[in-house]
């Protein structure tokens, strides 16, 4: 019974490249989440999303960030023209209706 | 808006010491309360929770109680062991449904033999 899966585990990306993260939630889950972790800080909320929906997306910039959850596949997060504030971890996490979040071990994406 | 405000870290205590991490919130209304554990390299796994006031919240040692007065969810052990030493999270959410968690800043833990 796999987790929540995340890839890849580490990413660099050089400034102005495109980062994709990518987040397969627990099997039944349709619900996803991506939250953000600066160094030394808490995780902050991106964008809730249920299949081919997106649900609330405050969290997230207004430009450069955007996030899918196809019908089919794993959820995208899709970072373009990075910068070096843009160096984090990315959480993901999955749950079904009512139920609890699980989170994955998330990528950290790297700028240089 | 909602926030979490946790203890400032890090903590480091010796084996066997008595452990309080402190968490206050701020918030409309009344949220669900939540600690998460994320050891090295590793995602969060959900450590205990509590939904109402006065609910008590326990695993592996670890509790806290939901007070609404002080709007705390502090989180205590008795008697911590090594494997304890981690980054420790408060949270809150409001949605019966949705999981969206307004987490605080983390408080790492360590534990020395």
Sequence with gaps: NAGVMQNPR??????????????SPMKGHSHVYWY????????KFMVY???ENIIDESGMP???FSAEFPKEGPSILRIQQVV???SAAYFCASSGQNTEAFFGQGTRLTVV | GD????????????????LTINCTYTATGYPSLFWYV???GEG?????KATKADDKGSNKGFEATYRKETTSFHLEKGSVQVSDSAVYFCALKFSQGAQKLVFGQGTRLTINP
């Design chain 1, 10 to 23: 580490h990413l660099v990306r050089r400034r102005g490249q495109e980062a994709r993260l990518r987040c």
């Design chain 1, 36 to 43: 953000r972790q600066l160094p030394e800080e808490g995780l």
């Design chain 1, 49 to 51: 999303l249920q299949k």
């Design chain 1, 62 to 64: 207004k430009e450069r």
């Design chain 1, 84 to 86: 070096r504030g843009d």
């Design chain 2, 3 to 18: 926030s979490v405000t946790q203890m400032e870290g890090p903590v480091t205590l010796s084996e066997e010491a008595f």
């Design chain 2, 38 to 40: 994320q050891y090295p």
């Design chain 2, 44 to 48: 969060l796994q959900l450590l205990l």
